[in-house]
């Protein structure tokens, strides 16, 4: 066999792995932007649950106008805040991860009135938007953990030789985490047992 076949052969089997390294880092972005899609899905359930169950508590907490503002105005702050997946960026996740804190703490005092009446706790609408409000809150908790291991594996592609030539020859960026200040009320789940 002669060099310049073997020349060639090694040409080719570079070539295949650039292609195979770029298209590896096309998967990790695409299943990153889904990841973060699922968050905003589950984001927008929860959005739309809450006029409900303020609207069930109203019926039996008419004099508690102030936490129904506040759960109001905390859910108005946190729809504001869309983060587009191609636009990720610490600070933007910083931004909605203090108005999801927020919307956990109205959400939170919410259900803390809803303690004081017994009839409300039997209600059966009642009951059913709290049983899925917690099966959203659980959704969007597995959701962002299913982003962030897509962030990770695409941060380990990035930061692996040789593959991380080809990323940064092709321009491939790092997602950030979806990471929760210490003490923000949004890395627990709504607390809606009774």
């Not at 020349?7 to 299943?31: P, S, T």
């Not at 409900?52 to 019926?59: A, M, P, Q, R, S």
């Not at 587009?84 to 991860?97: E, F, G, I, V």
């Not at 919307?103 to 009839?119: I, M, R």
Request: glycine share 4%; aromatic share 10%.
């Amino acid at each position: 066999m002669s060099l310049s076949y073997i020349i060639l052969i090694v040409l080719a089997v570079i070539v295949l792995w650039v292609i195979f390294a770029y298209n590896n880092f096309v998967k990790f972005i695409q299943q990153t932007k889904e990841a973060w899609a699922d968050i905003d899905v589950q984001l927008k359930r929860r959005y739309d649950l809450i006029p409900n169950l303020i609207e069930t508590v109203k019926g039996y907490a008419s004099h508690e106008r102030e936490t129904f503002d506040a759960v109001t105005n905390a859910r108005a702050e946190a729809t504001k805040i869309h983060v587009d997946p191609s636009k990720l960026t610490p600070a933007t996740m910083q931004a909605m991860a203090g108005a999801e804190a927020g919307l956990g703490q109205a959400l939170g005092k919410l259900l803390a009135v809803a303690e004081a009446y017994p009839d409300l706790k039997a209600n059966t609408n009642f009951l059913e938007l709290q049983r899925e409000l917690s099966d959203t809150e659980n959704k969007i908790q597995s959701a962002r953990r299913f982003y962030n291991g897509n962030a990770r594996d695409l941060k380990i592609a990035l930061q692996s030789f040789p593959a991380n030539i080809i990323g940064n020859m092709f321009g491939f960026k790092e997602e950030p985490y979806f990471e929760l200040e210490e003490g923000d009320v949004a890395k627990e789940a709504v607390k809606v047992s009774f």
